[in-house]
């Protein structure tokens, strides 16, 4: 019956209201109704059931894919060790600060330390207070407003009155880009290089202070000149890219380093715009953007995700980014002593997959005779079972030759962090240690 009258239900739905069942008994219209009505609510129920089960299992899967740090954020902490306006927060202190904690709680002390991207010093004035055995820090910085403000800040630190004085930690804050590591050691201590450091830091991350300011051209809601340039004295701007490098470049840029999928309107789009005087200002390249995407794609979010895109592309061209992280890894480890750990934090997926596929390359280049199969099988055994206890973050590594990744997947903030600083949300730590000797 249930069949038959939803049949005719369904058979009688498609006229219109002015038709009159002449020939149609009451009662079998009511019970059709109420049969159409129930079985639609029940397929609705039915439905949405699936589709909480299935949005259940996509949460799940999304979660699977990314470690999450379980280290309690304190926001006390974070904000102790930010710049002076609180505009820029370290990103990941706290996890930054077990990756070599160990050194201090082994036979083995951090005695010294190499920040390559110092910014406002927020992860080395955390370092140097926590290690009162360190002897020697270095950071670099290839920005001249960054390297003042971190001088000004670890002087602080070691000469202050609001803290304990440091003990006789011997400090020096260097004017270069991380790619010129050795020679900044080999400056700083020429036996540096045949005794190597106990721990390196590379944050990848633009400080707030650059994309703040508007004069640097980083920022896509500021409107300043198209320089990008994260060291001033650097010849190459971005207003040089966009009007001056031929079409196909310029898409290739796009295209690779943007990871645009529309880059081929925005390319023909800027070679237009180069018959009408270029493109000189930020605002002129946003305005350009917003033209060049359609709504469809997401509206205001759609543009501004694309003009993100574009430019990354352009400050990775700009400073040679990608080359100078894969080539300055390679040098970083090297630099590293027996047992010596290098900690990465990346921030967008081209930096993340140079970083774990170079990784992966350094503990694997075979530099020695014997077994190297039974040796990594030993030498990962023994360190899991030797810093189990103390280091809980490290979950899975991945043993070579040379050394170890310590995180097999990256380490990728806390929701609570997250929440304190939206900024952080696409950092990934990935952590490889020098095997002894």
Known sequence: MAKSTAKLFFFIAPFPSSFRLRNLNTTAVARTLACSCSFTTSASKRYDNDRKHKDAKLVVVSEKKRTRSPKELHEDAAQLYADGTAAHIPVMLGEVLDVFSSFSSSSKPLRSFVDCTVGAAGHSAAIIEAHPELKLYVGMDVDPVAHEKARARI????????????????????????????????EVDEKLLDTGVDGILMDLGMSSMQVNDPERGFSVLGDGPLDMR????????????????????????????????????????????????????????????????????????????????????????????????????????????????????????????????????????????????????????????????????????????????????????????????????????????????
């Open 230 to 437: 994260m060291d001033p004295q650097a010849s190459l701007k971005a207003e040089d890219i966009l009007n001056s490098w031929p079409d196909t470049e310029l898409g290739r840029v796009l295209r690779e380093y943007g990871e645009e999928s529309n880059w081929r309107a925005l390319q023909n789009k800027i070679a237009k715009a180069r018959l009408h005087d270029g493109l000189h200002t930020t605002g002129e390249l946003v305005d350009l953007i917003q033209n060049a995407t359609p709504w469809r794609r997401g509206g205001r979010q759609g543009w501004i995700k694309t003009a993100t895109r574009v430019f990354q592309a352009l400050r990775i061209a700009v400073n040679d980014e990608l080359k100078t992280l894969e080539d300055s890894l390679y040098s970083c480890f090297d630099c590293l002593a027996p047992g010596g750990r290098l900690a990465v934090i990346s921030f967008h997926s081209l930096e993340d997959r140079i970083v774990k596929q170079t990784f992966l390359g350094i503990i694997n280049s075979n530099e020695g005779d014997g077994d190297e199969e039974e040796r990594r099988g030993t030498e990962r055994k023994n360190m899991r079972n030797e810093d189990d206890e103390n280091e809980a973050w490290i979950r899975q590594m991945i043993g070579g030759c040379r050394g170890i990744i310590l995180t097999k997947r990256p380490i990728t903030p806390s929701v609570e962090e997250e929440r304190l600083n939206r900024r952080c949300r696409s950092a990934k730590l990935r952590v490889v240690q020098k095997l002894e000797r």
């Open 155 to 186: 002087d602080d630190i070691l000469h202050g009155d609001s803290c304990n004085p440091i003990s006789d930690v011997k400090t020096h804050t260097i004017l270069k880009n991380f790619r010129h590591i050795k020679s900044v050691l080999s």
